[in-house]
């Protein structure tokens, strides 16, 4: 399995390792591990060769019938001497995956997994959403798109909370923002209202373009430096928008040409009136396929 994250290195755990010693000696550390993204076959031996017991984050609810490709959460132990080399060994069993991140806690293990339960059964517009919030590549989005009130219901219990960036893997920390005098959201499920549902999936089209090129195109397919890959295919989505290129079908078949011709491909002279066709509404894929051989022949001669 590819994600569009380059492999965390001993720095950075080494930063994560340190920042979980900061708060205060009354909180506890945990692990949060996306079971879905790490094989199990790995993360097994590693677990137990340290001698750390996972439990299910997601323990009464529907969706702790995941097992262990579900959410997993690791007490940490609170001596600091070897967690920098047992975070490291652990990790290394899926070192590329957005599958890991560690946070401080005030509350103990069942007020944490309602927390969780609370986050992962979202609902938007009475539709159910499971919100992978042990996805690092969700997370950061997640708690940036929350209102004060939902946000309440995660600072009551965690106080810190750190995950590895895409691009060279370096450590990134969320600190709960100072107390609010506002009512913490009582409701049992996340509510995601209409912003935040469409903040989300923007961030996530990247990653789902990501997938469909593995399918599509394998041969363009970095073997390194994928979380540079990802800030690639991030500009070229945002020309695709400011072109108003909608939908997916076009959205892809924009990306595979920038890709192949360069990223600049789409200031061509020859170009121009394709972008006033989409403007008007027409279908980009339609359009491209109706380009002459001598527009093609260009393209590849002149292509960056």
């Not at 599509?216 to 994928?226: G, N, T």
Request: overall charge negative.
């Amino acid at each position: 399995m590819l994600f569009l994250f380059d492999p965390i290195s001993p720095a950075s755990i080494e930063a994560m390792a340190q920042a979980l010693r900061a708060p205060a000696s009354s909180h506890q550390s945990w692990l949060l591990v996306d079971g879905a993204l790490v094989e199990p076959q790995h993360l097994k031996p590693a677990l137990r060769f340290l001698g750390w017991a996972s439990q299910r984050a997601l323990e009464f609810t529907p969706l702790a019938a995941y097992g262990e490709h579900g959410l997993l959460l690791v007490e940490l132990p609170q001596e600091a001497e070897k967690l920098t080399s047992s975070l490291q060994r652990l990790i290394s069993t899926a070192p590329d995956a957005p599958a890991w991140s560690c946070f401080a806690a005030t509350q103990p293990l069942p007020v944490l997994q309602q927390c969780f339960a609370y986050l992962a059964q979202a609902q938007h517009e009475q539709l159910k959403v499971h919100c992978r919030v042990a996805d690092t590549r969700v997370l950061p989005v997640l708690l940036a798109q929350l209102s004060d009130a939902q946000r309440l219901r995660i600072t009551t219990s965690i106080t810190h909370w750190h995950w590895f960036h895409r691009e060279e893997g370096s450590l990134q920390t969320w600190k709960a923002p100072s107390p609010m005098h506002e009512p913490v959201d009582p409701l049992p499920h996340l509510q995601i209202n209409d912003s935040q549902f469409t903040a989300m999936l923007d961030a996530a089209e990247p990653d789902g373009i990501f997938l469909q090129l593995q399918e599509v195109l394998p041969a363009l397919m970095p073997k390194q430096h994928r979380g540079r890959f990802y800030s690639s295919l991030l500009r070229i989505l945002q020309t695709a928008t400011q072109l108003q290129l909608q939908g997916n079908p076009d959205r892809l078949q924009f990306v595979v040409l920038s890709l192949g011709f360069g990223e600049h491909f789409h200031k061509h002279p020859q170009l121009q009136n394709t972008w006033k066709a989409v403007q008007q509404g027409q279908s980009f894929t339609a359009l491209k396929n109706a380009w002459s051989d001598v527009l093609w022949d260009t393209l590849e001669q002149e292509k960056s």
